[in-house]
């Protein structure tokens, strides 16, 4: 109903104006000498109109300020013709000429729509672009000028005043120089303004012309219906143009401008009727030289017509050529080559559009859960089959208005034309459940999985920035466990800038030595000796203090610090266990445990750089005992190769936080796994006995354990009774605070050198 009430509220200042003209028909028609005053009221009708149906335009909401500031301009013009069109019927008469009163307004409303039409977009003009321009204004004003003065003024009356004559033709050269401004700007193609609209506004200025040279030259029937005519068509022709520009806003489809209509003939159009107009005043009473005039500047009109109109061809097939190679370049460079989605480009450029028009806007972006290892397991040619798939059920899942758009890799992003809450998160379930369904690839169906960002735009914000707040919540969605969607709320950022300050100073902590190990010891819950110990890192920040490693080990292996905190803590971690055994021999422990990340893993040179560390301390790989979570191990090939070769030379591998993932049976079959860490989730309220399901995964450890030849260690001990249950259970090794917290390295040497060595 809306787009029904604009339509028809765009239609009325045309109907307004039509009902104008007709009206002044009618009277032309009917006409009686007494009544020349009704002959003249259409003219401030339908100027009244063309005002109402430009500011109608210039005040939509989300108009690019081009064509605002167009429409605005054209509207004060219309007023100016307004005032022009009033005094014209304060003074209704049928005489030779155009009265001050009158030209004053009318040249006032010329000049405001060459400003108009001036001020629209276009090509950047040169130096000298700009004296072309000038030197074409210049030769235009002064032809006109000739023409006028010295054909069209010999023509009128005897006894018509110079002042009414002058203005008339001035007016009528102001027009002639309207015509050609309105053209190059029709011609245009950058401009913001419908390009139908603009070439209705040429008959503004082809019946300013014509009119003002029958005010000048013609007879009294002429003279008399331009008179009336010529400001209601005028307000009708604005009035059509706005019509069409309210349609091309709405998005109604359109005919391409390019194709061949009466719109591109109105200039030439235009000039064959002055052509003809001066034929047929040149039938009066002239003299030889005035004739041979009137004859030559129909003819050279005629040669210029015929050339431009040869010349129009022929730019119109090359400017059709252009368009096409313009169209290509810009899908090509607005679309995704594998999916066929808009890209980031476009999509950021939508979204902008968006913005700039204060219309409502939510981004999601949606990015594949583990990709790369299904790249990695599958090759890219199944990955981009799993892509493109992903992008048509995405299309699919697009409800009107609604636009997706492949990012890049696995991300895709879709805008949604609303900044309602539950709306958006509405829409990004309904995708991701989408995206939940098995994709049948070859001859396999794959579960997929993804996560999601959802970002509402705010007062002021940038497509940039609209997009950052979605990638930041999209991280936000994976931190939480994946397969899921998290809206973005102020406070993320301020948590993102927190974390990049935190890295900032874990990169000058690793470098200033802030950073220390702790070790914590691996008991035989057997014998209670000291089997091993586990190296962890510890912060002590300057100014804030203990920093957990909660805090900053998430922060490390996002922005990747924790390659080189993790390359500190191998080397310094395989020192002290080179110390200790110096300084304990025997009484030392065998090996050190140290945390891996998957970031690590995937370094080329992670083996080699192992290796090194153990030559240049004196250790052999059987001193080193690497641990690694599930996740790590199933992120990929290159993992896997590089577990491979680290278990081919010598260093053992534990499996740490075990049970807690999702294939952590078959990791056993897959992977060289020497050592099982059980999960402290495991261990928690063991000794109770009431959790069943606790007890029952404990226990199949073990005896998974002891069947595969594997040590098995229990975490987060804390309790006599947890260590009796899981010594009854089969664990021989466990670690938790109930036997000792991570100690500096001289307390740890400091059990090695008790003898015997014994849990608390």
């Known amino acids: 109903m809306a787009a029904e009430d604009k339509r028809a509220a765009g239609l009325a200042p045309v109907v307004v104006a039509g009902a104008a003209i007709a009206g002044v028909l009618v009277w032309l028609l009917m006409r009686h000498e007494s009544d020349v005053f009704l002959g003249y009221a259409g003219g401030p009708v339908a100027q009244a109109a063309a005002v109402v149906a430009a500011w109608r335009i210039a005040r939509r909401p989300g108009l690019r300020r081009p064509i605002r500031t167009f429409w605005r ?111 190059k700007a029709a011609a245009r193609p950058e401009t913001m303004v419908d390009a139908f609209a603009l070439r209705v506004m040429t008959v503004v200025p082809v019946v300013a012309v014509v009119g003002n040279m029958l005010l000048i030259a013609g007879d009294e029937l002429s003279r008399l219906a331009l008179s009336v005519l010529a400001l209601p068509l005028i307000g009708a022709a604005v009035c059509v143009a706005a019509l069409l520009q309210g349609h091309a806003l709405a998005g109604e489809p359109r005919r391409a401008p390019g194709h061949r209509s009466l719109f591109n003939l109105l200039p030439f159009l235009a000039v064959t009727a002055t052509a003809a107009l001066v034929v ?326 992670f083996v080699d750089e192992v290796a090194a560390v153990l030559s240049e301390t004196g250790l052999t790989p059987r001193n080193l005992i690497l641990e690694v979570t599930e996740s790590s191990v199933v992120d990929g090939w290159q993992v896997r190769e590089t577990l491979e070769a680290l278990h081919e030379m010598g260093v053992r591998l534990a499996l740490d936080d075990f049970g807690t993932g999702q294939s952590s049976l078959s990791l056993l079959r897959e992977f060289p796994v020497d050592v099982l860490k059980l999960d402290k989730s495991f261990v928690d309220g063991i000794a109770d006995g009431e959790d069943r399901g606790r007890l029952a995964v404990a226990g199949a450890v073990a005896q998974l354990a002891e069947h595969l030849q594997l040590k098995a260690v229990a975490e987060g001990i804390e309790s006599r009774a947890q260590a009796d249950r899981l010594r009854a259970m089969g664990y021989r090794y466990g670690q938790g605070f109930h036997m000792a917290k991570p100690l500096p390295a001289a307390e740890c040497g400091a059990l090695m050198a008790a003898d015997p060595v014994r849990a608390a």
Not at 75 to 92: H, K, N, P, T
Not at 146 to 173: E, K
Not at 426 to 432: E, I, K
Not at 436 to 443: G, I, K, Q, T, Y
Request: glycine residues 10%.
């Open 280 to 605: 047929s005043v040149s039938a009066q009473d002239m003299t030889g030289r005035q004739r041979t005039v009137i004859i030559g500047a129909v003819l050279i009109t005629g040669f210029v017509v015929a050339r431009q109109l040869l010349s129009l061809r022929e730019n119109t097939i090359a400017l059709r050529g252009i368009r096409r190679q313009q169209a290509e370049l810009e899908r090509l460079a607005l679309s995704d080559s594998l999916t066929g989605m808009p890209n980031r480009t476009r999509f950021g450029v939508a979204l902008g559009e968006r913005l700039e028009a204060g219309e409502p806007a939510t981004a999601i972006l949606i990015d594949v859960d583990d990709f790369k290892m299904i790249n990695d397991t599958l090759g890219p040619a199944a990955g981009d089959q799993l892509l493109y798939q992903v992008a048509q059920r995405l299309r699919e899942q697009c409800a009107a208005g609604e636009m997706a758009a492949r990012l890049g890799g696995d991300e895709f992003a879709v805008l949604l034309p609303v900044d309602d809450p539950d709306a958006a998160e509405t829409a990004a379930g309904r995708l991701l459940r989408a995206l939940a369904e098995p994709f049948h690839l070859s001859d396999q169906d794959l579960l997929l999985h993804a996560s999601a960002g959802i970002a509402i735009a705010a007062a002021g914000d940038t497509a940039d920035e609209v997009l950052r707040n979605a990638d930041i919540a999209m991280y936000a969605a994976k931190e939480s466990g994946k397969a899921s969607w998290v809206r973005f709320e102020p406070q993320m950022r301020q948590d993102m800038a927190g974390h990049a300050r935190l890295a900032s100073e874990l990169r000058n902590a690793i470098l200033a030595g802030e950073l220390r190990l702790l070790y914590q010891p691996v008991f035989d819950l057997v014998t209670g000796g000291l089997a091993g110990a586990e190296a962890l890192v510890r912060w002590q920040h300057p100014q804030r203090g203990f920093v957990s490693p909660g805090e900053f080990i998430p922060v490390a292996e996002r922005s990747g610090l924790i390659v080189p905190l993790g390359s500190w803590v191998l080397r310094e971690a395989c020192e002290q266990l080179a110390r200790w055994r110096a300084e304990h021999g025997a009484g030392a422990i065998e090996a050190i445990n140290v945390n891996v990340a998957v970031r690590q893993l995937r370094e080329a040179g």
């Open 73 to 183: 301009r054209l509207g004060f013009a219309s007023i100016c013709l307004l005032v022009a069109s009033c005094v014209s019927l304060a003074r209704a008469n049928n005489n030779t000429g155009l009265s001050l009163q009158t030209a004053v307004p009318m040249a006032f409303g010329v000049v405001l729509l060459m400003t108009a039409f001036l001020g629209l977009p276009g090509p950047r003009r040169t130096a000298a672009g700009w004296v072309r321009g000038v030197l074409d204004a210049a030769t235009v004003a002064v032809a006109s000028a000739l023409v006028f003065w010295y054909v069209v003024l010999d023509l009128a009356p005897a006894g018509t005043s110079l002042v009414t004559r002058t203005a008339a033709a001035v007016i009528g050269v102001g027009c002639v120089l309207l015509l050609v401004v309105i053209g």
